[in-house]
């Protein structure tokens, strides 16, 4: 794809994005997308069918982004939930706010975890065998959904409120806390102190 190709789609993801801001999926129409990105409609039809499926392109690349940050250190024992990686999403998150937010409210959060956890599942059983973990099918499936929809949850919650009050490494060492040490580390070590 030539320079130009990328620059409309930039331009056209950013415009449908925006529009997410005010209107449902279900309301946007190319006509509206191509209006605020003064782009024509037969440009746009060079990239995308239509919204939605121009939408789950946006959705899959940003979790494509997100799982990069995993390819790193999937054959480490526990790397996948190493502070160092939590950071890195944290970072990855706020890097993309506007983005992330917009798809958690588009997609809803349940759904949007569904996608990530799809994506990520056999990769962190794999790891988990690799160290010598073994559990039901069942347990590790609703471990995974537990410590992805939390993580999720925190981050987003971090973003919408507290974004410039707590750093993102605060967050990871907050979720890390949380994840291995449960109520009573996280009582103990306040997420605002640095």
């Known amino acids: ?5 990328r620059m409309s789609k ?11 801001h005010d209107k449902p999926l279900d309301n946007v129409t190319v006509r509206g997308i191509c209006e605020l990105a003064e782009i024509s409609r037969s440009t746009y039809y060079k990239h995308y069918q239509n919204p939605l499926e121009q939408y789950d392109g946006i959705v899959n690349r940003y ?4 799982l990069k940050i995993f390819a790193d250190v999937v054959n480490e024992p526990f ?21 992330f937010l917009t798809i958690l409210k588009t997609t809803g959060e349940e759904q949007y975890m569904e996608r990530v956890i799809e994506t990520v599942l056999d990769t962190s059983k794999k790891q ?3 160290i010598g973990y073994t559990m039901s099918e069942k347990n590790f499936e609703y471990l995974y959904v537990y410590l992805s929809a939390s993580t999720t949850a925190v981050i987003a919650h971090w973003l919408s409120n507290d ?3 707590i750093s993102a490494d605060q967050v990871a ?6 994840d291995y040490g449960g109520l009573g ?10």
């Not at 979790?63 to 997100?66: F, M, S």
């Open 1 to 5: 794809m030539d320079q130009r190709s």
């Open 10 to 20: 930039t331009l056209l993801d950013d415009a449908l994005i925006q529009i997410l």
């Open 63 to 66: 979790i494509g982004g997100c």
């Open 79 to 99: 790397a996948m939930q190493s502070y160092e990686c939590v950071r890195d999403v944290c970072l990855y998150h706020q890097k993309s706010k506007d983005l």
């Open 128 to 130: 988990l065998k690799q």
């Open 163 to 165: 974004e410039y009050a």
């Open 173 to 178: 060492r907050f979720i890390i806390n949380m």
């Open 185 to 194: 580390k996280v009582t103990k070590d306040d997420v605002t102190a640095h």
